[in-house]
Structure formats: C-alpha cells, structure tokens
C-alpha cells in the first residue's frame, strides 16, 4: 500500500492573476471541472494507495478539507507548514509521520499542481517502480520530452536496469540553456523531471541522515512538538523558523547513490506558465485558446481568457499573446515572456497593490466574500456561507454592518438576541455590538453586507468564541 504525499503550498506567481498567494494555482479551476489539486488526489486514490497526506500552509487548511470533502476523500492527516521551506523540509517531515504510522511505509511524493491526461498511465508507471522503491531504491519518475524545454531539470538515464522497467538513474541535470536542451531532446537518454518519487519511508530518512542531516536533524522536533487543531496537525512554527529552506532534489536526491528512474510515455505538464495552460488548452484551427466570454478575430496563437462572466475579453489581430481578464486584474503579454510574470507580481508587491497576492473572493473556512463596493467610509459584500456553517462571535469596533439576505435562510444574533432571516429579509448591527451569523439551511446562503464606519480593515475584528480556533 502507497502512502500518497501532496505537497500543496506555492506562491502561486506563475499563472498570476488567476493565482495568487491567497489561492495558488493547485487550488484553481484551470484545465477543467475539478482543482490540480483534485485531480491529483483522485490520481492516488484506489486500490494499491493508502489515504493521502497532505502538506500545505495555514492559509489554505480548510480549502484543502472542502475541496478533498467533494471528492470523498479522507485524508490519513493534513500538517500544518507555518511557513514554506521548499520542498525537502516537507518531504522529511512526510516521511517521519509515514514511517511513525507504519515502519515499512512507502510512500509517493507528489506535487499538487501537475496535470497529467491518462491518470490510469501514471498509476500504472508507479506500479513499476513500487519493487525498486520496497528494496530500498529511490524512485524518480521521467516524461518522455517532446520538445526542447528550457523551463524544466532534466534526468539522465543509466545504462543497467535496477528492476524490470525501472533503469538506474545517472544524474540530475539542471535546467539547460536552448542548445542544451536540443542536444538533451535529441540523445535519448534525457527525460523531463516531474519532481514525484516513490520510496519507503526508511529509505528516504536515510537519505536525509546521510545527505541532509542538518535538515532532518531540525525537522524532527518541530514534527514532535506539533499540536492536534481541529483534526490539523500543526507543526511548532518556532522550531520550524530554523528548518533550512532546500529543495529534495538539491538536499538529497542529486546526491543519493540509490536513485532509480522510471520513464513515462503519456502527456504530462507542471503548468508552469501560461504558455504551458495555452498548450493544455483546446484550441480552435488557428491555434487560439478562448476561455470563459472571450472572442478571437484574425489571431493565431493566442490564450484570451475571461474569470469573470461580467467581462468581454476581446482580441483583434494578436499573435502569440496572453490575454487573462479578471474582476480585478488584467494581464497581457508575449506568449515569448511570460516568464516574467513572476517580475511583475514582485513589482506589484513592492508598490502595495493588494492585486499581487490576493484575490477579489476572499476564501474562509465557512464559506467565502467578495468587496463589490469600496468607498469613503463605506463598503459593500457579497458574502456566501457554506450549508452548516457558521462565523464567528465578534464584534467591531469601527464599523457597523447592515445585512439582507438575498439567498437561503440565515440565523443571527445580536448582542444575545437570535432570530431567523429568510430571502429579502435584513437585519442592523450597530457599532460595538457582539453578533454572529449562521446558515442553518442544507442549501447556501448568500447575503449582502453594507459596513459603513471610519476603518473597514478586515482586523477590526474582536473574537469570542471561533469554531476555526482563529485567533
């Protein structure tokens, strides 16, 4: 049985504006019905694969819960990171609450942001590969490339097979220049590294222990000091602040001597940029990509995508151009740099534009908001509360708040008094006063909310009682 790792944190810069760090792009509804971060758990899931565990961030705990509860999947845990160290402090940290659970655990690390088209492929390249990984063998997984891609690490083949369609892993090679990358395409022996391995859980400490010991050696008390929350384990954010901040490949598999490589033939991607979604996407006989209300006249090769059904995206006469729309935000760029995507997030960063890391739908664990509104000394919400769920106790000290529930029922209390609200009913709740809302219903419940006052920050908040053990 494989224990799946999804390792599902991110700054989500790449495909800005779509993702932002408030809601990466593992968390999006990109090529299809369901998140990267769905498919990928629906990936692992079956026979042969034990419950998941998933590493994530503070931010994003409950979004992981709802969006594994669609699915109908229950997660073996979901741990904490206080804040991201790259990706080898997680897979130390998976792979000390694997091997605790089971000495002889083996399990599969696994990036939450991949698409990949025949799931039932990939699983069966993992099966490959679980007899090298049971005889202690790390396992690297390679896709066949079909093009000379500068944007990825490449894996050498070795020459002798380790197990039966698994052939011994001759090194890492970083990501290479375009002539590079020519020569890697044209030898054969070169395969894209989609950074998933397979290993037991005892292997991959070792590996640690003999490459990486001042990793392990912080990771293992801020794991063992980690405290239960809600069904979350949250790992000790002091003793995680001195955890190295290393990627897997650099701390410990460029350096490992136990490396195994299985190649996959199917189409895989890491949708590392727009380029990348464009490539994804279906597209019409002249190479455009439309999303959402989006009209192409006399382009070719071009993504034009709409998030909002609000907003018409229009291109005229465009070329090898990305064009993403949304309520908030819109970005245009060559097709030839949207690489540089990530430069102007950082410029956004740097001039305060709130448009740089958070989207205008603010996720919450009972549900979420958006601002239609913003003026002096007033503002206006739509906010959506998930069937079952309810706000917290609070109070505010600035503002007052006017609601009108315009779907499903609400519950509410004011300063001690309940009363049920149902569609076009509103309530008051003046400055000062304790007040919480709920939705009682199996069904949504919308409601518009008018703040008026002298500060409408979302910290002008004072918490009573939480049932999300907010602070």
């Known amino acids: 049985m494989i224990t799946p790792i999804l390792l599902c944190g991110g700054s989500g810069t790449r495909l800005w504006p779509l993702s932002r760090k408030s809601y990466p792009k593992q968390f999006a509804d990109i090529l ?67 091997h605790r659970a089971d000495p002889e655990a083996v399990i599969l690390l696994v990036p939450s942001d991949h698409a990949v088209a025949d799931p039932e492929a990939f699983r069966a390249a993992v099966a490959r590969g679980l007899p090298a990984a049971e005889a202690g063998r790390i396992v690297t997984f390679g896709i066949a490339p079909t093009r000379p891609e500068t944007g990825y690490g490449w894996l050498e083949i070795g020459a002798e097979e380790t197990h039966p369609g698994v052939a011994a892993l001759a090194r890492f090679v970083e990501k290479p220049d375009a002539a590079t990358a020519e020569g890697l395409l044209a030898d054969g022996r070169h395969l894209w590294n989609a950074g ?19 990793i392990l050696a912080a990771v293992e008390p801020a794991l063992d000091a980690a405290e239960r929350d809600l069904g979350f384990t949250r790992i000790d954010a002091a003793l995680w602040a001195g955890v190295p901040e290393q990627s897997i490949d650099y701390a410990v598999m460029e350096k490992a001597a136990n490396m195994s490589v299985v190649r996959f033939d199917g189409h895989w991607s890491d949708l590392g940029s727009w380029e990348s979604v464009w490539q994804e996407s279906g597209r019409d006989g002249s190479g455009n990509a439309l999303s959402g209300p989006a009209t192409a006249l006399d382009c070719e090769n071009t993504l034009l995508r709409s998030e909002s059904a609000d907003i018409e995206v229009v291109g005229i006469g465009l070329r090898d151009v990305v064009a993403v729309a949304m309520r908030d935000a819109v970005m245009v760029a060559d097709m030839s740099r949207v690489q540089d995507v990530k430069e102007a997030v950082g410029r ?124």
């Open 32 to 98: 299809g019905e369901e998140s990267l971060f769905q498919a990928s758990a629906r990936r692992f899931t079956g026979a042969g694969f034990g419950d998941p565990v998933v590493i994530t961030g503070e931010p994003f705990r409950f979004i992981v819960g709802e969006q594994l509860a669609e699915l109908g999947v229950s997660p073996a845990a979901v741990v904490i990171e206080p804040e991201g160290r790259n990706t080898a402090p997680a897979a130390a940290a998976a792979a000390l609450i694997a």
């Open 196 to 214: 998933v391995f397979l290993a037991r859980a005892d292997a991959l400490i070792e590996g640690f222990r003999a490459h990486a010991p001042e």
């Open 348 to 471: 956004l960063k740097a001039r305060g534009a709130a448009q740089a890391v958070q989207l205008p739908v603010d996720y919450r664990p009972w549900g979420w908001f958006e601002t239609l509104v913003r003026g002096d000394r007033f503002q206006v919400k739509r906010i959506h509360v998930n069937p079952g769920a309810t706000l917290s106790l609070q109070s505010h000290v600035h503002r007052s708040e006017h609601w009108i529930v315009v779907q499903g029922t609400a519950r509410v209390t004011v300063n001690g008094e309940e009363r049920l609200l149902g569609e076009n009913q509103s309530v008051y709740v003046p400055l000062g006063a304790v007040h919480r809302m709920e939705n009682p219903g199996k069904v949504p419940m919308v409601l518009i909310e008018v703040q008026t006052g002298s500060y409408l920050g979302e910290d002008d908040i004072v918490r009573y009682e939480d049932a999300y053990a907010r602070k």
